[in-house]
């Protein structure tokens, strides 16, 4: 945000906000210190204030008590009160009632007062100032109770039922000769007094007094509507106060009353009860204030706005040479290096312009080169575009038999697996027929013993027979012997004879055929006990073959691997190279983009430079910038005709941007 605003405008901002920042903080602090203190006077103020007029209400309340005690003292008020005890039902007037209404009459003495009466122990007025307050009961009353019982005291103010005007009793006890209480003085003053304590007792235009009673019922106000009518109980924003004065408390107190922020000192007046209350509006106690504080920001408005025009002043000093640099700046942008700038100033921004000017300078040389450098770059980048074909088909040609040479070294590989896997079936079936003939000779070995045993057995059981045939004949020869109970048994001999002779001769035939068969059975297991050998070779010439055959399939598989990774490498190198000669076509492509753009650069305001040749030398001549000297220094490179241009080297370059004051490093990196 700030980036995109103009240098004056932030002078007179910051210059503003400097002037103001102060300015500000004096009026704060002024405005506070001032209402500070307006209020620890007002504070004060009310203090006092409430006290004094307390203390004139309790001064009052004193004189009025000793006004009645003088009554209550006086030698009528005894004979009247001790007359009345003896004869209840007197009528005759007493010589308290003249002296009663002579002190009423006294101007400037008894117009503080409604009536004065003397009343009996039972409460009756025996006597009074006036005719028709005689007869009156006043047992009842607070204040004569407290004076029966031997109390100077002030009663509880109230409204008169015969002019409806507010009054305040004071009693005092009256006492016999001998002691004994007869009775009471009563004082009947006007509240009037109370206005007239208060009336000058204000504060500011609005502020004012009043007074409460115990209860606190409003006694005494400006508004005399809220006299006996309002308690400061009953109003929305006086609780605090109403509360800290029941305690008894004095001082002040800040509070709301009917939207308006309102301060009031408040102090009880001893022996009643009673509140004074002082108040006043803080809007109407903090005006002065408020003048200060408008005072203090008129001055700091009229401060500012002149110390403003100050700082645009010298904004525009400051800013006009800045906008000078601005447009010189942007005619280089717009590649007009003919420009100049008029700034006669020895300061920082003189120094800024002397050095744009050493800028514009320097840019004409270093466009001046850049322009011929270009030139050569076009040149070697053309003569680098031809080569790079030509290593591009080479590469290509050379990825072509490489791809056809991976192709068959592939086929063979191919062939060289075919073969060894069947090498390696080979090899099972041969170790495995191997394995079969060796087992078929065990198998034959083990029939031949068989055989050899069962013909033992055949010989066993031809030697039974005949022995059985000997013992047919013996036994023949016993039945013959025995005549003719031997019989049955020559029969049985016989028979017997004949079974043997059968069984001999199954005997002898079967041991011929057994013989054959093991004469066979020997022949036919050496035999394969001869073949055996060769099969077990031959299974481990195949095994050796198909080891072979491995060996030679993992032998085409790295050719077949390094064939391609060359031809990999082959086509990387066929890409390198028609990157590179894309990139010196593109090269060349750029490097006349930048003669178009150094022709952007005017170095005189009515050439036409950047079009040809031609141009730039008359403007190099003309501006004072140095050529670049085609010398042996520099480096040749051929173009595609043969022909030779010469390009200058790092230390010729250095040399010639040494002489123009700055070294080109892009060049060089490049």
């Known amino acids: 945000m700030l980036k995109n605003i103009k240098i004056g405008i932030k002078l007179i901002a910051i210059g503003a906000i400097v002037l103001l920042l102060p300015i500000i903080a004096l009026g704060i602090i002024s405005t506070q210190k001032a209402s500070e203190g307006l209020q620890n006077l007002e504070y004060e103020q009310m203090e006092n204030r409430t006290s004094e007029i307390s203390l004139s209400i309790h001064n009052v309340l004193i004189t009025e008590k000793k006004i009645a005690l003088d009554i209550a003292g006086r030698r009528e008020t005894k004979a009247a009160l001790e007359d009345a005890m003896k004869n209840e039902n007197r009528t005759e007037d007493y010589e308290i009632n003249s002296i009663l209404a002579e002190f009423m009459a006294t101007r400037g003495l008894g117009?503080?007062?409604?009536?004065?009466?003397?009343?009996?122990?039972?409460?009756?007025?025996?006597?009074?100032?006036?005719?028709?307050?005689?007869?009156?009961?006043?047992?009842?009353?607070?204040?004569?109770?407290?004076?029966?019982?031997?109390?100077?005291?002030?009663?509880?103010?109230?409204?008169?039922?015969?002019?409806?005007?507010?009054?305040?009793?004071?009693?005092?006890?009256?006492?016999?000769?001998?002691?004994?209480?007869?009775?009471?003085?009563?004082?009947?003053?006007?509240?009037?007094?109370?206005?007239s304590i208060i009336k000058d007792s204000t504060i500011g235009q609005t502020g004012y007094t009043f007074i409460t009673d115990a209860s606190s019922l409003i006694i005494a106000h400006p508004d005399t509507s809220l006299i006996f009518e309002v308690s400061i109980e009953d109003l929305v924003g006086m609780e605090v106060i109403t509360q800290r004065f029941k305690n008894g408390e004095k001082g002040y107190q800040n509070y709301i009353y009917n939207g308006v922020p309102k301060t009031a000192g408040f102090a009880p007046v001893p022996e009643t009860g009673w509140g004074v209350f002082l108040?006043?509006?803080?809007?109407?106690?903090?005006?002065?204030?408020?003048?200060?504080?408008?005072?203090?920001?008129?001055?700091?408005?009229?401060?500012?706005?002149?110390?403003?025009?100050?700082?645009?002043?010298?904004?525009?000093?400051?800013?006009?040479?800045?906008?000078?640099?601005?447009?010189?700046?942007?005619?280089?942008?717009?590649?007009?290096?003919?420009?100049?700038?008029?700034?006669?100033?020895?300061?920082?921004?003189?120094?800024?312009?002397?050095?744009?000017?050493?800028?514009?300078?320097?840019?004409?040389?270093?466009?001046?080169?850049?322009?011929?450098?270009?030139?050569?770059?076009?040149?070697?980048?053309?003569?680098?575009?031809?080569?790079?074909?030509?290593?591009?088909?080479?590469?290509?040609?050379?990825?072509?038999?490489?791809?056809?040479?991976?192709?068959?070294?592939?086929?063979?590989?191919?062939?060289?697996?075919?073969?060894?896997?069947?090498?390696?079936?080979?090899s099972k079936i041969s170790t495995r027929t191997a394995?079969?003939?060796?087992?078929?000779?065990?198998?034959?070995?083990?029939?031949?013993?068989?055989?050899?045993?069962?013909?033992?057995?055949?010989?066993?059981?031809?030697?039974?027979?005949?022995?059985?045939?000997?013992?047919?004949?013996?036994?023949?020869?016993?039945?013959?012997?025995?005549?003719?109970?031997?019989?049955?048994?020559?029969?049985?001999?016989?028979?017997?004879?004949?079974?043997?002779?059968?069984?001999?001769?199954?005997?002898?035939?079967?041991?011929?055929?057994?013989?054959?068969?093991?004469?066979?059975?020997?022949?036919?297991?050496?035999?394969?006990?001869?073949?055996?050998?060769?099969?077990?070779?031959?299974?481990?010439?195949?095994?050796?073959?198909?080891?072979?055959?491995?060996?030679?399939?993992?032998?085409?598989?790295?050719?077949?691997?390094?064939?391609?990774?060359?031809?990999?490498?082959?086509?990387?190198?066929?890409?390198?190279?028609?990157?590179?000669?894309?990139?010196?076509?593109?090269?060349?492509?750029q490097a006349e983009q930048l003669r178009g753009m150094i022709g952007f650069f005017k170095l005189k305001k009515d050439s036409m430079q950047g079009t040809s040749g031609e141009s730039w030398s008359m403007d190099r001549r003309s501006g004072g910038t140095k050529s670049l000297p085609e010398s042996s220094a520099g480096t040749s490179l051929k173009s595609g005709s043969g022909s030779t241009r010469s390009i200058p080297d790092k230390r010729e370059k250095a040399r010639i941007n040494d002489e123009s004051g700055e070294v080109d490093s892009g060049f060089e990196e490049f």
């Open 435 to 589: 394995m079969d003939a060796e087992e078929g000779g065990t198998a034959v070995l083990e029939a031949v013993q068989s055989m050899n045993e069962i013909a033992n057995k055949i010989s066993i059981i031809g030697d039974i027979a005949r022995q059985t045939n000997m013992l047919s004949l013996n036994a023949a020869i016993e039945a013959a012997r025995a005549g003719e109970h031997g019989k049955g048994f020559a029969v049985v001999a016989s028979e017997v004879g004949k079974l043997a002779n059968v069984s001999q001769q199954a005997a002898s035939e079967i041991l011929e055929l057994a013989n054959v068969s093991v004469s066979k059975a020997n022949s036919a297991g050496e035999r394969i006990q001869a073949i055996v050998p060769d099969i077990r070779r031959t299974a481990e010439l195949v095994s050796e073959i198909s080891a072979s055959s491995q060996e030679q399939n993992i032998g085409a598989n790295q050719i077949n691997d390094a064939m391609q990774q060359l031809d990999q490498v082959i086509q990387q190198n066929a890409a390198s190279a028609e990157e590179a000669s894309a990139m010196s076509e593109q090269l060349t492509s």
């Open 111 to 195: 117009d503080d007062y409604m009536g004065i009466n003397i009343i009996n122990r039972q409460g009756i007025v025996i006597a009074a100032s006036s005719e028709d307050r005689i007869g009156l009961d006043l047992f009842s009353r607070t204040y004569f109770q407290n004076a029966i019982n031997g109390e100077v005291n002030v009663g509880d103010p109230g409204i008169s039922r015969a002019n409806g005007q507010p009054f305040i009793p004071i009693a005092a006890p009256v006492y016999a000769k001998d002691g004994t209480n007869i009775g009471a003085a009563a004082i009947i003053i006007k509240l009037d007094f109370l206005w």
């Open 279 to 426: 108040t006043i509006s803080d809007e109407e106690y903090m005006a002065p204030a408020y003048a200060v504080r408008n005072a203090v920001f008129l001055v700091a408005a009229i401060g500012f706005l002149v110390s403003l025009l100050i700082f645009i002043i010298f904004a525009r000093a400051l800013t006009l040479p800045i906008k000078k640099g601005v447009q010189f700046a942007k005619e280089i942008s717009e590649g007009k290096l003919y420009t100049d700038i008029d700034v006669n100033q020895k300061d920082e921004i003189g120094i800024l312009a002397e050095a744009l000017k050493d800028m514009k300078e320097k840019l004409r040389d270093v466009v001046s080169n850049v322009y011929d450098a270009s030139i050569q770059v076009t040149d070697g980048s053309g003569q680098l575009s031809e080569n790079s074909v030509q290593l591009s088909q080479g590469a290509t040609e050379q990825a072509a038999s490489a791809e056809e040479v991976s192709a068959s070294v592939e086929q063979m590989g191919a062939n060289i697996h075919q073969n060894t896997e069947n090498a390696a079936q080979t």
